[in-house]
């Protein structure tokens, strides 16, 4: 099993960044595939962006430009930094870890932009 918990999340000025960290513990060699996703206001859960353990990243087109993903293999840490925030980013951000066998996610962390 996985353990994931995010961090990072708080008021945000619009135009600002945030640094958002996601820390797993337990199984991390049957680690595939992390994930970002987020769970706008009044929206569905979106897929943020991913981030293998080769090191390949995608964001989504929504985010591309603004948010980057990237690991800390010696902290077993996957940040989503985020910059040039909106008032429509807020929301609740969820890191997920993919294995072979199942996900896990963390309990998400609330990002809130806002002047």
């Known amino acids: 099993q996985v353990q994931v918990v995010e961090s990072g999340g708080g008021l945000v000025q619009p135009g600002g960044s945030a640094r958002l960290s996601c820390v797993a513990s337990?199984?991390?060699?049957?680690?595939?595939?992390w994930g970002w996703y987020r769970r706008l206001t009044g929206t569905a859960r979106e897929l943020v962006g991913t981030?293998?353990?080769?090191?390949?990243?995608n964001v989504s087109d929504a985010v591309k430009g603004r948010f980057t993903i990237s690991r800390d293999s010696t902290k077993n840490t996957v940040d989503l930094q985020m910059n040039n925030l909106k008032p429509g980013a807020t929301g609740v951000y969820y890191c997920?870890?993919?294995?072979?066998?199942?996900?896990?996610w963390g309990p998400g962390t609330q990002v809130t932009v806002s002047s």
């Open positions: 337990g199984s991390i060699s049957s680690i595939l595939t």
């Open positions: 981030m293998s353990t080769s090191g390949r990243t």
């Open positions: 997920s870890t993919i294995t072979i066998s199942e996900g896990y």
